[in-house]
């Protein structure tokens, strides 16, 4: 799967501060730190940049690149700022992250994706929301990648995004998404896929964050799910990621088949993984102490 | 053709909780089918219960058709829960509100004392709930377990702030515990998990919150529906306890209730009914006209 770094977001406080006092390092130390992890993208997250947009969409893509030579994921709503960083975008062909199914994306961010020739991440979202459940999700992305080919850009080019949400705020929108993941290729061919996969441990106690998002990862990868915007300082995951830890993948396999999975001979990590796959699949109900139910 | 009735029959059961000791002793939960659903397999062994609601100290907001049938025993809390028991309540409810420390703010001891009279003056299990202060609560109902023990009184709330300490004491001297979490299932589930790790399972009971008729009772609904589901449908060790519907001053303090008395009596009434349906063991009314109300409701089932 390809990994497009996380950690360069305007909610953390040190990129939040570094972005409003044009201080590089603290910026450039985390686009080094992931680009050593093993990212494949780094994504670039400046909220809706309301002050300066073009200009520090600009100063945070020149910034990064001075320092990387990863492709970079442009990620903001604001359609000023996307296009400032695009535009600032010279060392690999960017990923415009994101358009919607809503109108004012449809009108404002697509034709970005076709005017500088970028991929686009395209998310289930619509005017009324997120779509409650696969059907919708389904009739949602159907639809704005209809409206994308119009446009010009290839099914090829559009990373549909299936919005993941907090496992302990809707434990039923988590496999709703990865139902949709499983479906996906088949409505679509030629179509990429991303997601925001930690968002998937929001709400849940720090320590326990890792485990849930790599298992969730692993469960897409077995569909073919193409990339995720993830925590690549999290060396398991991208280890994990990268087939160095085929015994966890096939235990989490198992899980996803075997409801009733004998754990008795298996090793305290692997059990945990077990719990995990079920809590995900909604076969027991979530709480924070779910590793040890 | 013939039409045949689908019949569910589920793998789960509640767990069956006894509350009170020796002949006072009841037993609450059991079920292993959801509640009313009588055309499914399975049994539901015990009945929901009903307490009546007591204070240790005189209330001063209470509208004055549901003050009317206490009139004579409010500042006896002794005399009350006999009352209560005259009224036919199953259980006593006793809440020690003097204990509250932004109130009277009530010793541990003495709130203890008053309690352990109570419970000897009466011919029912007690049900004991703090003031909800859960600094407060963790001195005081060690103090009530300790000077009621072996009695197997049901007492709570224990929250995630001090479960610990309360169930400690729970476990020490021979009661049952009220798990109680902010409408929230998964935080349910997760309170029990800690809670089951050094105290047994079948001496818990969850509170989930219960709200009023029109103040947000669908969302106490939906949870003890849920509860139910997971625990008897889906058989998750850690939702199978029996449920304490707490209700009363949730309905008592509404304006519609403040505003009649058949008005007060309805409205307490039909959330008691509601969350009935839901799969509450055990519900804890206020006035004794609710009670024969939904009992007369019940036995034309």
Redesign the interface.
């Known amino acids: 799967m390809i990994l497009i770094g996380e950690s360069i977001h305007i909610i953390s406080k040190g990129v939040s501060a570094a972005v409003k006092e044009r201080n590089k390092k603290p910026i450039q130390d985390l686009a080094v730190a992931q680009t050593e992890a093993g990212a494949h993208y780094l994504d670039l997250n400046m909220g809706p940049a309301r002050k300066n947009p073009e200009e520090t969409a600009e100063w945070l893509v020149k910034t990064v690149q001075e320092v990387t030579d990863l492709p970079l994921s442009i990620d903001t709503l604001n359609p000023v700022a996307m296009e400032a960083g695009l535009k600032a975008c010279t060392k690999a062909r960017p990923l415009l992250n994101s358009a919607s199914g809503r109108t004012d994306s449809k009108e404002e961010m697509l034709p970005l994706a076709k005017k500088y020739n970028t991929d686009v991440v395209i998310s289930v979202l619509t005017d009324r929301g997120c779509p409650p459940d696969v059907d919708s999700r389904v009739e949602s992305i159907m639809d704005t990648v209809a409206y994308a080919n119009e446009l010009g850009i290839p099914n090829e080019d559009i990373w549909v995004d299936p919005i993941l949400l907090p496992v302990s705020a809707d434990q039923k929108q988590v496999l709703e998404a990865l139902e949709f993941a499983k479906i996906l290729s088949d409505i679509l061919p030629g179509i990429k896929s991303t997601i925001g996969l930690s968002n998937l441990s929001n709400g849940t106690p720090e320590e326990l964050r890792g485990i849930l998002n790599r298992t969730y990862m692993t469960m897409l990868g077995r569909y073919g799910f193409y990339s995720a915007i993830a925590d690549v300082l999290d060396q398991e995951l991208v280890r994990l990621n990268r087939g160095d830890l085929p015994q966890i993948v096939d235990v989490i396999h198992r899980a996803m088949d075997e409801e009733d999975l004998d754990i008795s001979s298996l090793s305290q990590q692997e059990r945990e993984y077990v719990k995990t796959v079920s809590t995900l699949l909604g076969r027991t109900l979530y709480s924070h102490s779910w590793l040890e139910d | 053709m013939d039409y045949k009735a689908p019949v569910e029959s589920y793998s789960g059961s509640v767990r069956e909780v006894t509350i009170g000791q020796g002949s006072k002793a009841v037993k609450i939960g059991g079920e292993s089918k959801l509640a009313y659903n009588f055309f499914d397999e399975g049994s539901i062994p015990n009945p929901p219960r009903f307490a009546l609601e007591v204070r240790d100290t005189e209330p001063d907001n209470w509208a004055p058709w549901v003050l009317e049938p206490y009139k004579d025993v409010v500042s006896d809390p002794v005399k009350w829960a006999q009352k209560c028991v005259e009224y036919g309540a199953e259980m006593v409810c006793l809440r020690l509100a003097s204990t509250d420390p932004v109130g009277k703010d009530a010793s541990p001891k003495e709130a203890a004392e008053a309690v352990k009279k109570v419970a000897d003056a009466v011919s029912v299990p007690l049900i004991v709930y703090g003031s909800g202060d859960d600094k407060k609560d963790a001195e005081v109902l060690p103090e009530v377990a300790a000077t009621c023990s072996g009695q197997n009184l049901l007492l709570g709330p224990a929250l995630k702030e001090n479960y610990e300490v309360i169930a400690k004491a729970a476990q020490e001297h021979g009661h049952t515990v009220i798990a109680q979490t902010p409408l929230d ?6 309170l029990n ?2 809670l089951s ?1 050094t105290f047994p399972p079948e001496r818990v009971v969850i509170d989930p919150l219960s709200s009023g008729l029109g103040y947000g009772m669908e969302y106490s609904f939906t949870i003890m529906e ?1 509860t139910k589901h ?1 625990g008897v449908m ?1 058989k ?1 060790a ?2 199978q306890m029996p449920i304490i519907a707490d209700l009363a001053e949730e309905c008592w303090k509404t304006k519609e209730a403040k505003a009649s008395k058949e008005q007060g009596i309805l409205w307490e009434s039909m959330t008691a009914l509601s969350l009935l349906l839901a799969g509450a063991n055990i519900v804890v009314l206020r006035h004794p006209e609710t009670l024969g109300l939904v009992r007369e409701i019940l036995k034309q089932e």
């Open positions: 299932i998964n935080l349910m589930k997760e998990i800690k790790k849920r997971t889906f998750d850690m939702t």
